[in-house]
């Protein structure tokens, strides 16, 4: 079946191209969600009239696909999930974890363009995940996976370790003063 796009298909082409799929793609998702229209000389006619605006678009759309390559460039993203000991976890970091992660940050991409390796991340570490932006446009976010229990390890530690520097501080801060007692004590002794 022929077709004329009327919007971008992941894998397809993007709005305005001609392209020939299987009857049954065609038929039974791509005409009936309006994502393409059948191929006539009328709609072709169309589409020729609306080039101009067409191309407007795809130009917007790159601007906008480099500038968010910019700024997923630079984003570490961490996810704290339940796993086990050994740093399996319970469950997976999958596409649309990542995706309400990101959206959490103001970076709004669609979960079919986060590509998760392996479909799904099963244990604890640092991956890279590659997002799909316009045409040939990728970007690689860092991606750290925590387990529940590491975290509140750390933050116990963490706070054990803030807990001892007051100590610290505090006692030094009463020996300084005892030693600014003893030199004062001794000072009016001269006198």
Do not use: C, W
């Not at 363009?113 to 932006?133: N, P, W």
């Amino acid at each position: 079946m022929k077709i004329i796009l009327n919007q971008d298909v992941v894998n397809l082409g993007e709005e305005g191209d001609v392209v020939e799929v299987k009857d049954g793609y065609g038929r039974n998702y791509l005409l009936p969600t309006g994502a393409a229209v059948r191929f006539s000389k009328t709609n072709m006619a169309l589409f020729a009239s609306r080039a101009a605006v067409i191309e407007k678009r795809k130009i917007e759309k790159r601007a906008a696909s480099s500038s968010l390559k910019d700024q997923l460039d630079k984003v570490v993203l961490t996810l704290v999930v339940s796993a086990g000991e050994s740093g399996k976890l319970f469950g997976s970091v999958t596409s649309s974890m990542i995706q309400e992660a990101l959206a959490k940050l103001g970076i709004e991409i669609e979960r079919k363009k986060i590509e998760v390796a392996t479909h799904s991340i099963k244990m604890v570490g640092t991956y890279s995940v590659r997002v799909r932006l316009y045409e040939d446009d990728f970007s690689e976010i860092k991606l750290v996976v925590e387990s529940e229990s590491m975290v509140k390890a750390r933050h116990a530690a963490e706070a054990k370790a803030a807990a001892e520097a007051s100590k610290a501080a505090a006692k030094a801060e009463a020996e300084a003063a005892k030693a600014a007692a003893v030199a004062a004590a001794a000072v009016e002794e001269k006198e």
